[in-house]
């Protein structure tokens, strides 16, 4: 069984901080990639930032600045530190990930999805 379990989600005022982890676990092989994608009400999902094996980084214009994703290759863990926290961040965050099983099969894996709520 493949599986990412995330964690860090909440309630935090505008202007505020959280951080949110993303750990997989199972029969990998390797990871390629590993990202945060988020979903509104009434809106659909759309990508927040990615990072590859070898640290490569994307992030949506929306939050360039203000997140940062990092990653932990021996812990297979995906970061994301999101600073100045707006209203419109408050969204479902999803991990995702881009994964080689031990078998040699490629798969794409989401997270549970943690709530991240920015209000006062």
């Known amino acids: 069984q493949v599986q990412l379990v995330e964690s860090g989600g909440g309630l935090v005022q505008p202007g505020g901080s959280l951080r949110l982890s993303c750990a997989a676990s199972g029969s990998i092989f390797s990871i390629n990639a590993m990202g945060w994608y988020r979903q509104a009400p009434g809106k659909q999902r759309e990508l927040v930032a990615t990072?590859?094996?070898?640290?490569?980084?994307n992030y949506a214009d929306s939050v360039k600045g203000r997140f940062t994703i990092s990653g932990d290759n021996a812990k297979s863990t995906v970061y994301l530190q999101m600073n100045s926290l707006k209203p419109e961040d408050t969204a479902v965050y999803y991990c995702?990930?881009?994964?080689?099983?031990?078998?040699?099969?490629?798969?794409?894996?989401w997270g549970q999805g943690t709530l991240v709520t920015v209000s006062s």
């Open positions: 995702n990930a881009a994964v080689v099983l031990t078998t040699g099969r490629y798969l794409e894996i």
């Open positions: 990072i590859t094996s070898i640290g490569s980084t």
